[in-house]
């Protein structure tokens, strides 16, 4: 392995998320009725016509500006040809020469290496095809054209991807910034969002690339690691027993966790681009560029920024939650009524993602909200509770959704921070403990602990626990 | 009335405004005269009797309620290449013989809203891919001046019908001369507009960037009135031009006097027989006399004009008829092996020979290696013929040539030599690389077949081409000539 450098370019198809087709009104709804969801224009009826829907337009150059690439005016649409019972026109209008969106980049990052810039050499507008149904048709295979038509934006990287977590890294960059920019759900179950992968083995330090395969449709961010990873193995093996590489197009079984063989280069298609006659190619004019832009939500990398900036978090934190638009925005939600962002994003990042993970929820389904997370906090920070009894109110709070004064109140957790109180309950626990009492005065130091335990016991963890040491200090230089 | 499919579009309103025939007494005459003789024609693939009969007593209601609209009760015929809802629409192929349209083109939806009256389908080459109407699946077409003899094409069951008295009119489309040259062969008018100013939505594609709807009728007047119904933005096809339309009717009428006539030395310096050499020499002296003056122009790249259409018209037919593949609708053939076997028999023996000739071409333009050299030098090539025409109207409106290089030939004469039968659109083939609008209209008569002259103007300039057509037939009859059906 150690001699070998993999080269991987991505191509991912996103889903646009407009209400009706690219060409036609159709609707884009997932999960309906096989070819209920398909007009004369997605059928391909003889003498149809295609009319671009603009959203997409927007939706394109939205991305374009985030990955900072240059948007193309006038834009051309393509016909790319080829033969295939879920393709209704035997052709697929797509984009070849003049795509919307060319030359940006992004930045990824892995924890312990500096952040590398990944080019993007192209995005550009297709429709998607329908699907062939091969279950449940004896002989025969089914065709279900509601997905034909659907918008798909195709974001084609630079070969400059090392290794399948570099990959994944993208993906999820990728997958970020689509969600930010609200144009896509990104939903890799449904198919929002679909991957193939090029790779390439060669010689470490060598300026060749090897022959590629493609492996293609690999619909999660582990199965893309997975089958990466296979790939690469696959590929040293061959090259280390001395035979070549097939150019091939492949596909990732995930359930034997290999790729194999689809159709290999001599089966390729000649698709025969050419430009598409019944669409005029489409100027974008700056104007129109600029009021694009001004709609567009801030971006995750400027997120970030903000979030280190005005809340001083860590690089970590920022990132971790500048990921994902709804979470950063219940994060803050929650300082607004928590004076300490710091605690504030250990308790997003920490508590509430592991009931959501373990409830298998979205932060938009949460049972906590901000308001009530940022004044549990805000009990924290007054000295109303300790953090652990937080913990305790939070999974009241989560199970019967009720505030946390309420909580607090009802089920008597306020701290303790009467003096003589806790005195009380100091002299009572170290007249109970008189033996370990009697070992720590002759100099077994380390049974502190153990007494700050039995206080917080004693106490139900009610008792302030900075009064609870210093006050036990106290007693015990007595 | 015998010879209610003598009057004009004019006169036919005329007459039903003041309730002297009724639309369903017109529509009936028609009708029958079909029956009678488009046996011996051929013109129409589907009558749609039932239904022509019920529009003509709509329109006759309309009629009484004095609620009448442009057209109405004018019967008319349709080319069978726009989708007709509910109406089978075959486009002259096999591959359709069973397609039902679910859905109506513009045009055919732009003639209700007119209140016309359809009576039926009209025959036409296959996929409008032909010179002659010998490439149809429903059998050839007879020419009304002469039986045995080809009404040109592809619109030739359009030119043939109108020609014959079996409609007041007829929709066509023109790719390459698919409406004018018809037109010459047939003795009739015949007008392709400006790409874009009739929607092709709905119009079965052959090549999208040429494909352009129009009318042949027996009268420049008469055209203006269809024409008029038929034009207009749409938006459901992108390529549609966003203008307003003209009044056509009411513009006919204005003056010709000062208008200026191109002729390309390009074109006079071919080798033509006499006859029509003399027909346009005639032609031209008629509108001098009329006021509108001659010079010579030079259209330096037209002879390019056949090769450029011979790859981008393939080129893009190869891609439009890939729908035909025997999986959603039409022709499919019987016991598919498996999918490759559906896709090859399914297209082997749903299309004929001419257009599986035009879609082995224009896969092969442009196939990996040959783009460059077919498809994009055809359209850079384009360019240069379509900057010659915009060159030449800098000084002239008009360019003026025959139509065709000859009257109608006999059947079977060309089918042989595809070339020799491609060169039937030498003169009109430009026009639609340029996407300019252009006219034919009779103008001579060789031994008993009709011939005809071609105008081409600038862009929307399709009102001036029916002024002039309208006043030269205002001064000339041969229009007016009807064939003697044998």
């Known amino acids: 392995m150690s001699n070998w450098e993999a080269v991987i370019g991505l191509e991912v198809h996103v889903q646009l998320a407009t209400k009706s087709k690219i060409f036609s009104g159709a609707s884009t709804l997932f999960g309906s009725p096989p070819n209920t969801q398909a007009c004369n224009i997605d059928l391909g ?35 790319k040809n080829y033969f295939y019972p879920d393709l209704p026109k035997g052709y697929q209008i797509s984009q070849l020469d003049s795509p919307i969106v060319e030359g940006g980049f992004l930045q990824i990052e892995i924890e312990g290496e500096r952040p590398k810039k990944i080019g993007i050499t192209r995005a550009h507008l297709e429709e998607d095809a329908g699907k062939s149904l091969h279950e449940n048709f004896e002989n025969h295979s089914g065709i279900d054209l509601n997905r034909a038509g659907t918008p798909l934006l195709e974001i084609v990287s630079e070969p400059e991807l090392s290794t399948s977590e570099e990959a994944v890294s993208y993906l999820k960059k990728i997958h970020s910034i689509i969600r930010h920019l609200e144009i896509s759900d990104g939903n890799m179950a449904e198919g929002s969002m679909r991957c193939d992968a090029n790779v390439s083995v060669r010689k470490k330090g060598s300026d060749e690339l090897g022959t590629r395969t493609e492996t293609k449709n690999v619909n999660s961010f582990r199965f893309v690691e997975k089958a990466i990873n296979h790939e690469i193995k696959r590929q040293i093996k061959i090259l280390e027993s001395g035979e070549k590489i097939t150019q091939e197009t492949r596909l990732y079984d995930s359930q034997l966790d290999e790729t194999r063989s689809m159709r290999s280069k001599e089966f390729a298609n000649d698709y025969r681009y050419f430009p598409e006659p019944d669409l005029l190619p489409v100027v974008l004019d700056k104007k129109f560029i600029e009021s694009v832009k001004n709609e567009m939500p801030e971006l995750s990398e400027d997120k970030k920024n903000r979030l280190i900036t005005e809340y001083k978090l860590s690089d970590y934190d920022a990132e971790v939650l500048s990921v994902d638009p709804n979470l950063s925005k219940y994060f803050e939600e929650v300082v607004i009524n928590s004076s300490n962002p710091k605690l504030a994003a250990n308790w997003v990042m920490g508590d509430l993602s592991a009931f959501l993970n373990k409830d298998n929820l979205s932060i938009l389904d949460t049972r906590v909200d901000a308001t009530n997370l940022g004044t549990l906090l805000a009990r924290i920070e007054d000295s109303t509770i300790s953090g652990k009894i937080a913990k305790e109110v939070f999974e009241e709070m989560w199970l019967s959704q009720k505030g946390p004064d309420q909580i607090i109140e009802e089920k008597g957790l306020k701290q303790v921070t009467d003096s003589s109180e806790i005195e009380k309950v100091i002299d009572k626990v170290l007249e109970k403990n008189s033996s370990q009492l009697e070992q720590y005065k002759s100099g077994k130091e380390k049974l502190f602990g153990f007494f700050v335990g039995q206080v917080m016991k004693e106490s139900k963890g009610k008792a302030n626990p900075e009064q609870v040491n210093k006050l036990l200090k106290d007693k015990l230089k007595e | 009335m015998e010879e209610f499919y003598k009057l004009s579009i004019k006169e036919k309103l005329k007459g039903l405004t003041e309730s002297t025939f009724s639309s369903l007494e017109l529509t009936e005459s028609y009708l029958q005269r079909i029956k009678k003789v488009d046996k011996k024609i051929n013109s129409f693939i589907t009558v749609l009797e039932d239904k022509a009969i019920e529009s003509a007593r709509e329109s006759d209601k309309r009629y009484k309620e004095g609620s009448a609209l442009p057209l109405d009760g004018i019967p008319i015929a349709h080319k069978d290449i726009f989708c007709t809802e509910g109406v089978l629409t075959t486009c002259g192929s096999k591959m359709l013989s069973n397609f039902v349209s679910p859905y109506s083109s513009t045009v055919v939806e732009n003639f209700s809203a007119n209140g016309s009256v359809v009576l039926g389908k009209t025959n036409m080459d296959e996929f409008a891919m032909g010179s002659s109407n010998e490439t149809s699946y429903f059998g050839e077409v007879n020419n009304p001046w002469r039986g045995n003899y080809v009404p040109g094409g592809s619109s030739g069951g359009s030119a043939a019908c109108v020609s014959a008295g079996l409609a007041a009119g007829a929709t066509a489309t023109d790719t390459g001369g698919s409406i004018r040259q018809p037109a010459a062969l047939c003795g009739l008018t015949g007008i392709k507009p400006t790409y874009g100013r009739v929607s092709r939505y709905g119009m079965i594609a052959f090549a999208s960037s040429l494909d352009q709807g129009g009318v042949l009728t027996k009268s420049a007047e008469d055209a203006a009135y269809m024409l008029k119904a038929m034009s207009g933005h749409d938006p459901k096809d992108s390529t549609s031009l966003n203008v307003d339309v003209p009044d056509f009717v009411e513009e006919i009428t204005e003056d010709i006097k000062g208008l200026k006539i191109g002729l390309p030395k390009q074109f006079f310096s071919m080798d033509l027989p006499d006859y029509v050499e003399k027909s346009i020499n005639e032609s031209i002296k008629t509108f001098e006399k009329l006021g509108v003056q001659v010079e010579d122009v030079d259209l330096p790249h037209i002879d390019l004009s056949l090769p450029i259409y011979y790859v981008i018209a393939p080129a893009e037919c190869s891609a439009n008829l890939s729908r035909y593949d025997g999986v959603k609708f039409g022709y499919r053939c019987e016991d598919p092996r498996d999918l490759d076997d559906l896709y090859m028999r399914t297209r082997e023996e749903g299309f004929g020979a001419e257009v599986k000739r035009r879609i082995l071409i224009g896969t092969y333009a442009l196939s990996a290696g040959y783009y460059d050299a077919y498809y994009l030098k055809a359209q850079k090539c384009r360019r240069l013929v379509a900057d010659d ?86 001064n000339t009859d041969w229009h007016e000539a009807w064939p003697e059906i044998k």
């Open chain 2, 389 to 474: 025409f915009s060159n030449a109207f800098k000084s002239v409106d008009f360019i003026l040539s025959p139509t065709a290089p000859d009257t109608a030939f006999s059947l079977g004469d060309k089918t042989s030599d595809p070339v020799e039968m491609y060169k039937q659109d030498i003169f009109t083939i430009p026009a639609n690389l340029a996407g300019l609008p252009g006219i034919s209209f009779p103008c001579g008569e060789h031994q008993g077949l009709p011939l005809g002259v071609q105008l081409v103007a600038d862009n929307l300039n399709e009102s001036k081409l029916l002024r002039m057509a309208h006043y030269f037939q205002l």
């Open chain 1, 45 to 79: 009826m003889p003498g149809v016509l295609p009319v671009l829907n603009k959203e997409v337009l927007k939706m394109a150059i939205k991305f374009g500006l985030a990955i900072n690439a240059s948007i193309n005016s006038p834009t051309q649409f393509a016909r």
